[in-house]
C-alpha cells in the first residue's frame, strides 16, 4: 500500500507518505488493521514533526 507518491517508515510503527508540493501525512496501523493519521507537516517543519511523532508514540508504549 503506498497513499502517496513515496511512503517509508520513519520508525516505531510509523509511516510518511509524502505528495506532490511538499505535503507529508504520517500515519500507523493500528493492531485491528484500521490506518490512523498521526501527524502532518510540511517540507520546512518535516524534521520537527518526526522528531514529535517518535517522541510521542514512545510515551504512549510505556
Do not use: C, H, W
Not at 511538499?22 to 518535516?46: C, D, H, L, P, W
Amino acid at each position: 500500500m503506498n497513499p502517496g507518491i513515496g511512503s517509508k517508515s520513519i520508525g516505531d510503527g510509523i509511516f510518511e507518505a509524502r505528495f506532490r508540493g511538499g505535503a507529508r501525512v504520517y500515519f500507523k496501523n493500528t493492531s485491528n488493521g484500521v490506518i490512523e493519521i498521526v501527524g502532518y507537516s510540511n517540507k520546512s517543519n518535516q524534521q520537527a514533526v518526526i522528531n514529535r511523532l517518535i517522541e510521542v508514540n514512545k510515551s504512549l508504549k510505556k
